[in-house]
């Protein structure tokens, strides 16, 4: 641009309507073709595994599509074995929210503490380091005999899952935090306090943001695994007595209703970030119109 | 500028190191003295990594003198002295804020209400010819038009004293002109003291009321030309005067030998 101050809006409307709808036109064609692909995908998929599970494979073992559908069916028009499935899903979901939410924001937190402070950051890196060290998914079992097979316990193993992931990220996002921004608001004013909301939190913010996704599946994964570990509601259970009573599709079904959940708390978290970070550059890949 | 009155900035000896990767000392300026008065307008020009930024980094506050007195307004410079406005080097607007809540930053830090600080930003978001685009994201901007936030932002604090590091540097020739002849004008009648870096000559030569020329790094001051051209000064006029011929020779000889000693180094260090 050579002369820098043009006034928005101020090109010829008609040529910038036509290039704009033409790219909309481009982008839905796109996407048309990309859904119809994964349709057939899913489609040759299913089929072929019907198929074989009818005429090659033993079922017993493998279950097929048709199995798994009547399944889903028996859950949610009858009932299962602990009850109605929505009891079930709203149970793991409780626990699995309840999870996320307080190892995000401890994780947040901590993150931004230990992110901004060096000294706490070399006293605490060792036991940090040994914490994390931990295999995690054996803490279930600790937890289930802390906190009883009540919800607390799966709360607490999705809390330490989720907690760890969001904990790494925030702390490499406040320590990466631009100097010259931080220098610049000094200059302009800011004390400790406004430094760490107006600069460190902000840019911080996308590392948090792309570790809430790998957390929200770490905290199903919590809670399921705490409700294999012993518990008397909730998807994990459902799943542990199919494994129980060799019912591999019980087993297909509580998976696939697992990962429709996680896909909406993704989808709800892809339109968060899309909130929080409406300020950055479009990147190559996301669905706005480029001309 | 009479003599009795204490300079707004005082660099007696100053000297400045740093610990170098190797882990030796490494220093960055040298013995650096300069003064300036309240409303002057001073360039700094040299070699390139001759430490003109560290300089800066001095009078702001940012970084303390390893050696020597750096003092603001009569006080020695422990913190960020009072009044001080700093615009960096490298760009540094908030790229998750818009413009007018860019530059609404300093009246918010320094305890102004919401809509007092934005009625400031929105004032001066025009006065350096943003008008209409108060809701932009840096991103959305050109490069020129960063700068202009950064100057707004910078200058929304009605600074005493504006250190300014290469502001204009990244433009294009027509553009830079353009932001020499703004930033002229609002300047003029602040009475505010600028400490401008460039490494443009013309540049310096067009702005400043003194030119101080550093050597070679570790820098120190070489010389203080006096820029006697007359106020109010047109950017792209004064350029073609023969006064400014004459200074621009005079500067260009002390300037050119650190120049060369900077290069002959890079070369050196290349082969
Ligand atoms: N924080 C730092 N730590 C270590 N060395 C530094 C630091 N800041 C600057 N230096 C060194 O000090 C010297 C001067 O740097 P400075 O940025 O002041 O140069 P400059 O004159 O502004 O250069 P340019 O014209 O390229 O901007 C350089 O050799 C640089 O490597
Ligand atoms: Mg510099």
């Given at each position: 641009m050579s002369h820098d101050v043009a006034l928005p809006g101020s090109a010829a409307p008609t040529d910038e309507d036509f290039a704009v709808s033409s790219a909309r036109a481009a982008v839905r064609r796109r996407k048309l073709t990309v859904t119809?692909?994964?349709?057939?995908?899913?489609?040759?998929?299913?089929?072929?595994?019907?198929?074989?599970?009818?005429?090659?494979?033993?079922?017993?073992?493998?279950?097929?599509?048709?199995?798994?559908?009547?399944k889903l069916v028996d859950w949610f028009t009858r009932t299962t074995a602990f009850g109605s499935i929505w009891t079930q899903i709203s149970y793991t979901l409780q626990e699995a929210v309840a999870g996320f939410v307080l190892g995000g924001v401890a994780g947040v937190l901590l993150g931004i503490v230990l992110g901004r402070s060096r000294f706490v950051a070399d006293v605490l890196a060792p036991f940090?380091?040994?914490?994390?060290?931990?295999?995690?998914?054996?803490?279930?079992?600790?937890?289930?005999?802390?906190?009883?097979?009540?919800?607390?316990?799966?709360?607490?193993?999705?809390?330490?899952?989720?907690?760890?992931?969001?904990?790494?990220?925030a702390f490499q996002g406040a320590r990466e935090v631009d100097r010259g921004l931080?220098?610049?608001?000094?200059?302009?004013?800011?004390?400790?306090?406004?430094?760490?909301?107006?600069?460190?939190?902000?840019?911080?913010?996308?590392?948090?943001?792309?570790?809430?996704?790998?957390?929200?599946?770490?905290?199903?994964?919590?809670?399921v695994v705490g409700e294999y570990s012993g518990a008397d509601k909730g998807l994990g259970l459902l799943i542990n007595n199919a494994q129980g009573t060799f019912d591999s599709a019980g087993i297909y079904a509580g998976m696939i209703i697992i990962t429709l959940i996680a896909l909406v708390a993704e989808w709800l978290l892809t339109l968060l970030e899309r909130r929080l970070l409406r300020w950055r550059p479009a990147v190559s890949g996301s669905h706005d119109v480029q001309i | 500028?009479?003599?009795?009155?204490?300079?707004?900035?005082?660099?007696?000896?100053?000297?400045?190191?740093?610990?170098?990767?190797?882990?030796?000392?490494?220093?960055?300026?040298?013995?650096?003295?300069?003064?300036?008065?309240?409303?002057?307008?001073?360039?700094?020009?040299?070699?390139?990594?001759?430490?003109?930024?560290?300089?800066?980094?001095?009078?702001?506050?940012?970084?303390?003198?390893?050696?020597?007195?750096?003092?603001?307004?009569?006080?020695?410079?422990?913190?960020?002295?009072?009044?001080?406005?700093?615009?960096?080097?490298?760009?540094?607007?908030?790229?998750?804020?818009?413009?007018?809540?860019?530059?609404?930053?300093?009246?918010?830090?320094?305890?102004?209400?919401?809509?007092?600080?934005?009625?400031?930003?929105?004032?001066?978001?025009?006065?350096?010819?943003?008008?209409?685009?108060?809701?932009?994201?840096?991103?959305?901007?050109?490069?020129?038009?960063?700068?202009?936030?950064?100057?707004?932002?910078?200058?929304v604090n009605e600074p005493r004293i504006l250190l300014m590091d290469e502001p204009f540097s990244a433009l294009d020739v027509q553009t830079r002109g353009l932001m020499q002849a703004e930033l002229l004008r609002l300047w003029s009648g602040t009475g505010a003291a600028v400490v401008f870096v460039t490494h443009d000559l013309e540049e310096a030569l067009v702005l400043a009321d003194r030119v101080a020329v550093m050597t070679a790094g570790p820098a120190t001051v070489k010389q203080v030309f006096d820029v006697r051209l007359p106020r109010p000064r047109d950017a792209e006029e004064i350029r073609?005067?023969?006064?400014?011929?004459?200074?621009?020779?005079?500067?260009?000889?002390?300037?050119?030998?650190?120049?060369?000693?900077?290069?002959?180094?890079?070369?050196?260090?290349?082969?």
């Open positions: 119809g692909v994964r349709l057939l995908l899913v489609a040759v998929w299913l089929g072929s595994w019907e198929l074989s599970a009818t005429y090659l494979i033993d079922p017993f073992y493998y279950s097929k599509p048709s199995a798994i559908g009547g940090i380091k040994a914490a994390n060290a931990i295999p995690r998914i054996v803490l279930a079992s600790l937890f289930v005999i802390w906190f009883g097979l009540g919800m607390s316990s799966k709360i607490a193993t999705a809390f330490i899952l989720v907690f760890f992931a969001v904990f790494f990220n931080v220098n610049n608001a000094r200059i302009l004013g800011a004390g400790r306090a406004q430094i760490l909301w107006t600069i460190v939190v902000p840019s911080a913010t996308s590392w948090i943001l792309a570790s809430l996704h790998s957390a929200f599946g770490f905290a199903i994964i919590g809670a | 500028m009479t003599s009795e009155t204490v300079p707004v900035i005082e660099l007696v000896g100053a000297t400045k190191r740093f610990r170098s990767a190797s882990g030796g000392v490494h220093t960055a300026v040298r013995d650096l003295d300069l003064t300036v008065a309240a409303g002057e307008f001073v360039a700094v020009v040299g070699p390139t990594g001759c430490g003109k930024s560290t300089t800066l980094s001095l009078v702001s506050g940012l970084e303390p003198p390893s050696h020597g007195r750096v003092a603001v307004n009569g006080r020695e410079v422990t913190g960020i002295p009072e009044g001080v406005g700093y615009m960096f080097q490298a760009d540094a607007v908030l790229p998750w804020r818009s413009v007018l809540d860019n530059v609404a930053l300093g009246p918010r830090y320094r305890g102004a209400t919401s809509s007092e600080a934005r009625d400031r930003a929105r004032d001066w978001v025009g006065r350096v010819g943003l008008g209409g685009f108060e809701d932009y994201y840096p991103h959305q901007l050109s490069g020129g038009m960063r700068k202009r936030v950064a100057l707004a932002q910078t200058l073609l005067t023969s006064g400014f011929l004459d200074v621009y020779r005079e500067v260009w000889e002390s300037l050119r030998e650190e120049v060369q000693i900077t290069r002959e180094r890079m070369s050196g260090r290349v082969a």
